[in-house]
């Protein structure tokens, strides 16, 4: 960079634009440095994932638990806005792309990021264990800190809806698997079951893990950062989006909205009232 | 373009995105030709609509006429999909511009198209009326056509809701007026009418003029292209979108769905079946 | 709400639908409590803004400084990112609507922030004026705070390209000029003046107030609440986001790319390397 | 439903929301009839797509073929739109879900539709070929047709930039395999390999099948609708999408246009000419 004055002005559009994932010329494409029809057959559609995340090939199991990951959160049925506003979409006239981005772009702090605060906090308690405290102290304290700020909910814990999640406990199950297989440390889900347990102790009652949960304790064995496993799950989420948006395609409504058509919604605003004369700007 | 292999790197690039609409320098930005400050505060909000869209200033009615038909679409309420999914994204944790773009996005042929394909249909009758044939004649024509294709319904003509809109006998009447001061020719106005006219005598029934016809007349009577009148019901339709966004912000709710909280969906698919043991990737 | 249990099944369903926006039966429309067909002609489209956004009518004054502000930041021009996505959007075959939905969907917090920040930081300072701080010592107290948090700018001033951004003194005359006629109380431009001045003896030269920081005294004046500005300011670039689709619709390019069509980007990862044997999952 | 008149709101409500897709119960979610507890695990990603989109679980060797294909169109380089927007998204303060919306929603007819137009293509062949019309008979009616209509290309044929295209070889090496395996058939590889050769003697020079051509192939083969397949393109490409947006936001740029900081654009419009006082709005 340091010569940029004598680069001419083709070479700076070019840097412009860089990029370690992908190199083209005409009859070439490489991802990460591989030939793509080197690649083409023989890695898994999430060891492709992996490589485009992360720079480098997963090795078959690993790759094989980010599918499991990916394929455990693919849907929640239609009380989850994204695939709520899939299905509407598909009924208003737009192409099915545009069905699934108008869902996948509600997939925010909110609806998509439950995982990520989950990792991230686990991540926190890693750290600790990492500078030597145990791990009984080290979920401790960090519990400690969020009763502390009065968060009224612990990440990777609990359901609105389902008492235990039926996900959760078969992720860890396979955790462990992978883990008594070596291909993984199972760090992750110890510190998930001991911020269960000890919630359990502090509440009285056991808070079950939730899918959230379980899916941060596969991706942080897998050693995903946080901010990115939000993204892995709008990968996995698209694909029942993309499920209900071409279900409700297949069915013949328009305009589809929330509520049966012949009902509306309460309206709780000002009772109606003359337009003020003062005002009228058409005079 | 000519000599193309003579220009700098740099002079493709900047070539490579053209337009009449902005130039801009430093300390420089003119719009149309206009610099910017001369703009500011002489052209109402309308006005500068048109500029953009039109390269040249309205006449002050004309903006004033384009104002009106903006103002008259804003909302129809959250039975509406685009205004469902304003409300339900602005619960998810994203900013307001993606709980609005979520919703912008489904305003498409289906949802947002309905003017646009009302203007088209009158466009075709006007263009009989400049070749010279009478408005019963050609409004006749045009009606025989669409009833050979058994198309359902006629484009700018009844609601499924509304018996009369009542937005549409308003902006009518507002035509009638401009045109009557000579603002605007109200032929578009006559074209409506005599559409209405003749459905009424084919049907045994009057299906009176929607809110997408009346604001194709308005359009039409302003010279805007059948196309272009979907990016303005975007402009207008955005309002509502934003006003629902934030109130819905301003309540409580995180990941609203379509129905109570404590409903669900009916399922219609395949009863609950074992999985098949032969299939099991996962040995 | 207390008597849940008593209430229908659709009197539950509309009650998950409540707004103080838009009340509807057939043949109905009413804003606000006003009848839409009371308000078509009657109110400007600046006024219809306010009116959904804030509940009540405006003053005409008011209406006219808000279509100013809206008017003001319509557009910047290609280099902006949400102009160019408008534009390579209108070229790959998706309606004008989700050319605008993708373009607007990126006015986040960076690119269409900033105005907010503005007005939260200019809110700050008004709140100590409120506690009878002298203007002077609230914009220092104030600035004090950033400089010591290491934040590298100050909201509202300075551009990256415009040495003097020619909106601004144009936007502070409008506002000296609408305070000068009792329409508002010119408080805001004061404060940005104040600040603008306090940062020209710290630093030792001007860092002029930009668009951000004139738009958001405008809207800090007619009392909109900061994070509704967001809003406003995408109602405002979906002007010039529309105008860019619609002229790039009109050309006839296919999948505009950032760049001359010849031209690629520059690779900067991982040299070719051969597919690692061991990991062919073909085999 | 037939008794409409005597089911409750709530009722009538949760089937106003149907699917064939999710079953969900307090503790208990099913996809498609299974249990998600007894998919997890045992069902690999792919499989859990085309389980999610067709309602019956693949062979395991058709869930592979989908996988190749989904992992073959991941990523075409920032000069495709909907790359360049995911990158460009990222640095304006989005979340990456809606970094990613943006960018998928650009995969419309003409970014994410040559699949789609190339599988219904050799779908109207294989129509042929099931009425009993050999396939060479079949692929020159056809390609008859197309000439006729004076298209300027054939579905699935030719690369503005790649002389071959090197994923298209090797998914046809892919396919021949699968099928000599007995997995698939092979014939809408027949089908592209007839049309290659058929277009070579008409034109008198070969154009290769392309990316889109070789997906169309293998859609075909497994048996998907064509307008399904733009929703795995869209899927496929989200993985791209995703490593773009995640590369540049760990970059630090901050609204990155298309060019260079420094560049421009070229104004092409209306040169720089004075405000017509006579429109003034401001007297």
Redesign the interface.
Same mark, same amino acid.
């Given at each position: 960079m340091s010569n940029v004055g004598k680069k001419?002005?083709?070479?700076?559009?070019?840097?412009?634009?860089?990029?370690?994932?992908?190199?083209?010329?005409?009859?070439?494409?490489?991802?990460?440095?591989?030939?793509?029809?080197?690649?083409?057959?023989?890695?898994?559609?999430?060891?492709?994932?992996w490589l485009?995340?992360r720079?480098e090939?997963p090795?078959?199991e690993q790759a094989?638990l980010l599918?499991?990951a990916?394929?455990?959160a693919?849907?929640?049925?239609?009380?989850?806005?994204?695939i709520?506003?899939a299905?509407? =979409?598909a009924?208003?006239?737009?192409?099915?792309?545009?069905?699934? =981005?108008?869902?996948?772009?509600?997939?925010?702090?909110?609806?998509?990021?439950a995982g990520e605060q989950a990792l991230a906090f686990y991540g926190d308690i890693a750290a600790a264990l990492d500078a030597g405290v145990t791990l009984a102290d080290a979920v401790a304290s960090r519990l400690d800190r969020i009763f502390a700020e009065e968060k009224s909910y612990v990440p990777g814990l609990g359901h609105?809806?389902?008492?235990?999640?039926?996900?959760a406990?078969?992720?860890i199950e396979?955790t462990r698997d992978f883990a008594a297989r070596g291909i993984i440390s199972g760090r992750f889900a110890d510190i998930a079951e001991a911020v269960e347990a000890d919630v359990t102790r502090r509440k009285g009652k056991k808070i079950p893990l939730n899918i959230d949960g379980a899916t941060a304790v596969l991706y942080g064995e897998l050693g995903f950062p946080p901010?990115?496993t939000?993204?892995?799950f709008?990968?996995s989420r698209?694909?029942?989006i993309? =499920?209900?948006?071409?279900?409700q395609?297949q069915q013949s409504g328009?305009?589809?909205?929330?509520?049966?058509?012949e009902?509306?919604?309460?309206?709780?605003?000002?009772?109606?009232?003359?337009?003020?004369q003062g005002?009228?700007?058409?005079k």
């Open positions: 001419t002005g083709r070479e700076r559009g070019e840097e412009w634009w860089q990029t370690d994932i992908i190199e083209m010329r005409p009859g070439v494409i490489r991802l990460r440095g591989y030939e793509i029809q080197d690649l083409i057959g023989r890695v898994s559609f999430p060891a492709m994932i485009m995340l720079g090939l090795g078959k094989a599918g499991i990916l394929g455990a693919v849907d929640h049925g239609p009380q989850a806005p994204s709520a506003i299905r509407m =979409a009924t208003c006239g737009v192409g099915i792309n545009s069905a699934m =981005a108008s869902a996948i772009n509600v997939l925010g702090d909110v609806h998509g990021g609105r809806f389902h008492p235990v999640d039926p996900r406990p078969r992720l396979l901010p990115l939000r993204g892995l709008v990968l698209s694909v029942g993309l =499920a209900h948006a071409w279900e395609s328009r305009n589809k909205g929330p509520l049966p058509r009902w509306l919604w309460a309206y709780t605003g000002t009772p109606v009232r003359p337009f003020p005002d009228d700007d058409s």
